[in-house]
C-alpha cells in the first residue's frame, strides 16, 4: 500500500542482514532483505522452510538468540529509527505496544501452569498501566475478538485444543492495539479444518481491529485470500514481491511458480500438485549467485554470476512489482514450462 500524504510506512526495513555464529561456522539466514508495509496492510511472506522467515521475524522484534548477528541500512516504524534505541527502550515502548508477536508453534508457547487468561492479564499489566478487573475485562472483551467463550479465561491451557491455544496467544498479541502484528506460521501444525478456521477468524480480526499484519507461512495459499501483498522469500533473500492478484495472475520468479505449483489453491482447486525437488540450501556459505540456482529448472550458467538485483516488472504506474532472477525476459517461456510437471523432475 502506497504511503498517504509522504507519510512514512508502518514498517520500513532496508538490506537486513543475520548470521548465526554456529561451532560449525557461520548461517547466512537472511541475506540483504528489504520490504515496507503500509499502514493497515496485510503482507504475506511465503517460502519453504529454512528460507530465514523466522530469523526475519525475531531480527525485527530483537528476539534473535545470543551469538546472532545482526545488521540492517534502515529499520523503521513509523519513521522512527529502531536500530538507533536502546535495548530497555525498545522493550519497553516498541515491543508488543507497536509490535507483537504470535511465535512459530504459538499453541505450545502457553505456560500450562497457569490458567489462560491470568497470563493474558499479567502481560497486559507488566506493559499497561491497568487494574487487575480492567485487565480481566480487557481479556474477555480480547476472547470475544477471538472468538473464544470469555469464560474459558479461567480454563488451563491444556483444556484447550490447539486451534484454541492458537487464538489466545493471538488475543495476547492483539492485547494492546499495536499497530503491526507479526503471525509466524499460524496454521501450521493444525489439522486442515482448525487452519481454515484460524484463518477464516484472521480474516474477521483484520476487519475488527486496525492493526497490519505480517503473516508469515511456507503454504503461499494460505495467503493468497488474506494478504494485501506477498513477498516470497528464498535463501535467506526476498525473491519477488508484488500485490496478491499480481504474484499469483502474472508471477515472474521461477521459486513463486514453484511454490504455486506445490500447493492446493482454493481459486483453482483439483489442480495437480507439482513438488520442486530438493530442498532450500543450509545457509553455510553467502550464495554469489542467485540462491535458487540449484533446484531452478531455468538455471543458465550466468545465474551463478552474481545476485540477481530485484527489478521493477509491473506495468508502469501500477502497484509496486519486483522480481530478482536473470531471465525476466523469458518470463512468458518460463511460465508455460513451469506448468508441466515434467519440468520439474530432478
Ligand atoms: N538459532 C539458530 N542457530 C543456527 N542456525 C539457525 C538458528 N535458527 C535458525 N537457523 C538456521 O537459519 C536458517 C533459517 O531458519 P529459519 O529462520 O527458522 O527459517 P524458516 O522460518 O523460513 O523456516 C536455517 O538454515 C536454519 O537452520
Ligand atoms: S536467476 Fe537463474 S537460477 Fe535464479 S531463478 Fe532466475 S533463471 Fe532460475
Ligand atoms: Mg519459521
Known amino acids: ?26 548461517v547466512h539466514a537472511v541475506d540483504g532483505v528489504s ?23 525475531r531480527a525485527l522484534l530483537r528476539l534473535l538468540p545470543p551469538g546472532a548477528v545482526m545488521a540492517a541500512d534502515k529499520l523503521a516504524f513509523r519513521g522512527r529509527d529502531l536500530l538507533a534505541l536502546p535495548d530497555r527502550t525498545f522493550r519497553r515502548e516498541v515491543l508488543w505496544k507497536q509490535l507483537a508477536l504470535v511465535p512459530q508453534s504459538a499453541q505450545n508457547s502457553l505456560n500450562p501452569a497457569y490458567r489462560v487468561g491470568d497470563q493474558i492479564v499479567e502481560a497486559l499489566q507488566a506493559h499497561a498501566d491497568m487494574t487487575g478487573a480492567q485487565a480481566r475485562e480487557r481479556v474477555a472483551a480480547l476472547f470475544d475478538i477471538v472468538g473464544l467463550e470469555p ?31 507479526i503471525m509466524d506460521e499460524p496454521t501450521t501444525g493444525l489439522d486442515v479444518l482448525v487452519q481454515e478456521r484460524i484463518l477464516r477468524r484472521i480474516a474477521e480480526i483484520r476487519a ?37 492478484a499480481a504474484m499469483f495472475a502474472a508471477p515472474f520468479h521461477p521459486y513463486t511458480l514453484g511454490l504455486q505449483n506445490a500447493f492446493p489453491s482454493i ?15 543450509a545457509l553455510a556459505a553467502p550464495i554469489g549467485g542467485c540462491g535458487f540456482a540449484a533446484r531452478c529448472p531455468f538455471a543458465q550458467p550466468r545465474c551463478g554470476d552474481a545476485r540477481p538485483p530485484e527489478v521493477a ?11 530478482a532472477c536473470v531471465r525476466l525476459a523469458d518470463v512468458a517461456e518460463i511460465r508455460r514450462a513451469a506448468r508441466e510437471k515434467s519440468t520439474w523432475r530432478s
Open 1 to 26: 500500500m502506497a504511503p498517504r500524504d509522504g507519510a512514512p510506512p508502518l514498517l520500513e526495513v532496508r538490506n537486513l542482514r543475520v548470521r548465526y555464529r554456529t561451532r560449525r561456522g557461520a
Open 208 to 244: 475488527r481491529v486496525k492493526s497490519s499484519i505480517l503473516l508469515i507461512t511456507h503454504d503461499i495459499a494460505v495467503i493468497a485470500e488474506m494478504a494485501d501483498r506477498i513477498a516470497v522469500m528464498y535463501a535467506g533473500r526476498i525473491v519477488e514481491q508484488g500485490s496478491t
Open 267 to 281: 481459486a483453482k482447486p483439483g489442480k495437480e500438485l507439482i513438488s520442486i525437488p530438493g530442498h532450500p540450501p
Open 35 to 57: 520490504f515496507a508495509i503500509g499502514e493497515g496492510e496485510v503482507l504475506g511472506v511465503a517460502g519453504e522452510s529454512g528460507c530465514g522467515k523466522s530469523t526475519l521475524v
Open 313 to 323: 516488472v509491473g506495468p508502469p504506474g501500477g502497484p509496486a512489482h519486483d522480481a
Open 151 to 181: 469464560g474459558l479465561a479461567r480454563r488451563f491451557p491444556h483444556e484447550f485444543s490447539g486451534g484454541m491455544r492458537q487464538r489466545a496467544m493471538i488475543a495476547m498479541a492483539l492485547a494492546l492495539e499495536p499497530p503491526l502484528v
